[in-house]
């Protein structure tokens, strides 16, 4: 044999030892990339059972927690809405009263602007009148009552001043004697 042969005689042994290895190697990283799958599938598997149960664990706190939020948020919504009703209604009557004193005073505005715009209304002039009428009827009735009065004065002063002249004796009359 040459040198030749030997060397393709090696070179094709070693081609087949290769291949042979490789194919020992890629069946043996298959066989170990099965078993990496085969432990994440598993891994997996138990995390995703775990997780789940923490999830659901988490979600159910999470829930109660919040109905206590909302339970406590209600109670102080109640408690505030009860403090602070009595001061809304009073705010709301110090409103009220505000606004009907100014709705009072502009209407009592508007009228005497319309008052002196127009004039009086019938209805005052005829109350007017009559107001005047009244006084004018007790000013009379007052004139005559001071008339009467004054009239019995005089004559109760008359009568007096006559009784009072009867019950004075005259003097004595001289005849002819001029009374000086």
Do not use: Y
């Not at 001061?87 to 209407?107: C, G, H, P, T, Y």
């Not at 007096?160 to 004075?168: D, L, N, V, Y």
């Amino acid at each position: 044999m040459g040198p030749l042969t030997e060397s393709m005689t090696r070179l094709c042994g070693e081609i087949v030892a290769l291949r042979g290895a490789r194919l020992t190697f890629v069946r043996d990283l298959g066989q170990d990339i099965a078993a990496v799958q085969t432990s994440f599938r598993r891994a997996h598997t138990e995390m995703a059972r775990r997780t789940k149960a923490e999830r659901q664990g988490f979600v159910k706190a999470l829930g109660h927690e919040v109905a206590a939020l909302r339970a406590g948020f209600r109670r102080a919504h109640k408690d505030m809405a009860r403090k602070t009703t009595s001061e809304r209604r009073a705010a709301v009557n110090q409103l009220k009263k505000i606004v009907r004193s100014m709705r009072q005073e502009f209407a009592v505005d508007l009228a005497g602007a319309h008052r002196v715009w127009f004039g009086p209304t019938p209805a005052e002039q005829r109350a007017k009148m009559e107001a005047e009428r009244r006084a004018k009827a007790e000013a009379e009735q007052r004139a005559k009552e001071e008339a009467e009065r004054q009239r019995r004065e005089a004559e109760a002063k008359s009568k007096a001043e006559a009784a009072a002249a009867k019950a004075k004796p005259e003097p004595e009359r001289v005849p002819g004697k001029k009374k000086s």
